[in-house]
């Protein structure tokens, strides 16, 4: 218990001091909300890795090898994965390049101001809020196991630390933090692999005592079941606003680029093990255990607490940066879509410090009750996934290359769109409702914009290829926003 208990204090007080250090430091909603559009290569691959290895990596993909087998990560963390470097790849210079802050800024900037209302809600409400709990949750069950602390008492703890620290430095705090916090969280997750193989006797005995449906990569459905999987959850990584706002923050295309590419790299191959522990975990774990418990169990009973406790800070440094990054993300849905576009445009720095703060809190709060109230933390993550895709993934694509979108059939793409995914599973039939979802999205999106024509506010543009009017406005930010030097970045 000594280990865990000076480990977990160490951590967190590490933490603090930089958020105080950054709150000394952070004079600008820019800086608060976007890093300022001037972190560098290191700052940018190792929050990418911290990021996208949260409670859904620890947690729900140890819980998922140990309930489905390999062939998890091939239908959730591959396709994921490599949708992430696609989005990487072609889209980071026309993205970084129109100086944005969110999706919905961006649908903004293209279709009105108002049309941004809807991916706000969705980005901030029904996404970062669920995936926020998601990490509390983990948090405090990584607190009960560990320390013995009541979930409701553990939950209240870990919302008050998350809570704390993201809003002392904002998006340049977390990202600094998560490039250090990378290299505790990789190798935490390979030491507890290591420790896996040689409590389940080496790969020679594991492939002997393993079933095969739990090895193979297509698992016991095959092909089908495993391509259907991945087409639900996959596209809502061309949306995903933690991508969108490493992209932003890096201080130049290029770094964007070669940053997210190796960062996802990186993750694709340290995807793998979470699904192998929770693989090997069935041979000397309770068969009947809830798979969400799978990791905690196997690290507090197999290793010494003397290495057992740098896994465990390496789980809540991957739950603590997970939740800093969706908190910020609802964060600037609301100070930046809602407060400075549509409620004051002309509010000054202070005024948008204050509300970029507040709204941390709004995000924070409204997690935390989820929290006290989720049961299943897989499903629900999967559920937000799903239905952000249906809603959000074909106006994002006709905004990069198609100029004839208007308004119209923008909003009742995403209006109608958002109903056909819920009401779906209320007709009883075995079809995933992303399907339906997608295609009402795609046909209401192209009939009504020929039916209509652009509205007074449009920017008709096919940003893939042409700028918005942000691109030149806002121009000006890069040289009167503050700079981190490259020593703050860890260059």
Not at 74 to 81: D, S, T, V
Not at 317 to 330: E, K, P, R, V
Request: hydrophobic share 50%; net charge neutral; with cysteine.
């Amino acid at each position: 218990m000594s280990w865990y208990l000076t480990y977990t204090v160490a951590y967190f007080l590490f933490m603090f001091a930089i958020g105080a250090y950054y709150f000394t430091k952070v004079k600008t909603s820019d800086a608060y909300l976007i890093a300022g559009w001037n972190m560098g290569y290191w700052s940018i691959t190792g929050t990418i890795i911290s990021t996208w290895c949260g409670a859904a990596v620890f947690i729900g993909w140890v819980g998922m090898g140990f309930s489905v087998g390999m062939s998890g990560y091939f239908k959730f963390a591959l396709p994921g994965i490599l949708v992430s470097m696609l989005l990487i790849y072609f889209f980071s210079k026309p993205l970084r390049r129109q100086r944005l802050y969110t999706l919905a800024d961006l649908f903004s900037e293209r279709f009105g101001k108002r049309a941004g209302v809807f991916p706000s809600i969705f980005s901030a409400f029904v996404y970062s809020v669920p995936t926020t709990a998601l990490q509390i949750v983990g948090m405090s069950t990584i607190f009960n196991i560990v320390f013995g602390t009541p979930i409701g008492y553990g939950i209240a703890l870990s919302f008050a630390l998350i809570l704390g620290f993201t809003i002392l430095g904002g998006l340049v705090a977390t990202i600094v933090t998560d490039a250090m916090q990378s290299i505790v969280v990789i190798s935490g997750i390979i030491v507890l692999a290591i420790a896996a193989i040689i409590f389940g006797g080496g790969f020679s005995e594991i492939m002997k005592n393993t079933p095969q449906e739990y090895l193979a990569p297509l698992g016991e459905k095959g092909m089908g079941d495993v391509l259907v999987f991945a087409l639900t959850v996959a596209p809502f990584y061309l949306v995903w606003q933690s991508t969108w706002q490493r992209i932003f923050a890096s201080r130049t295309e290029e770094v964007a680029i070669k940053a997210g590419l190796t960062g996802f790299g990186i993750v694709l191959a340290i995807s793998l093990l979470p699904y192998m522990i929770g693989v090997i975990a069935r041979q000397f774990v309770p068969l009947d255990m809830r798979p969400d418990l799978i990791f905690s169990y196997v690290t507090v009973e197999l290793l010494h607490p003397a290495i057992g406790g740098i896994v465990i800070v390496g789980l809540l440094s991957a739950l603590m940066t997970g939740a800093d990054s969706f908190i910020l993300q609802g964060s600037s849905n609301l100070a930046q879509d809602f407060y400075h576009r549509l409620i004051n445009p002309s509010a000054s720095e202070k005024q948008k410090m204050v509300v970029a703060r507040l709204s941390v809190v709004i995000i924070s709060l409204l997690a935390v009750m989820v929290a006290y109230l989720m049961t299943d933390i897989i499903a629900m993550y999967q559920w937000a996934l799903r239905l952000s895709a249906t809603t959000l993934v074909i106006p994002f694509l006709a905004v990069m290359f198609w100029r004839r979108a208007t308004s119209m059939g923008c909003f009742l793409s995403m209006a109608l769109a958002a109903g056909t995914t819920i009401l779906w599973p209320t007709l009883g039939t075995s079809i995933d409702p992303v399907f339906p979802g997608f295609l009402v999205s795609l046909c209401t999106l192209v009939s009504i914009s020929f039916m209509t024509s652009h509205a007074g506010d449009e920017s008709v543009k096919a940003v893939y290829w042409e700028d918005l009017p942000s691109a030149e406005s806002r121009q000006g930010k890069e040289s009167s926003t503050p700079h981190v030097t490259a020593k703050e970045q860890l260059q």
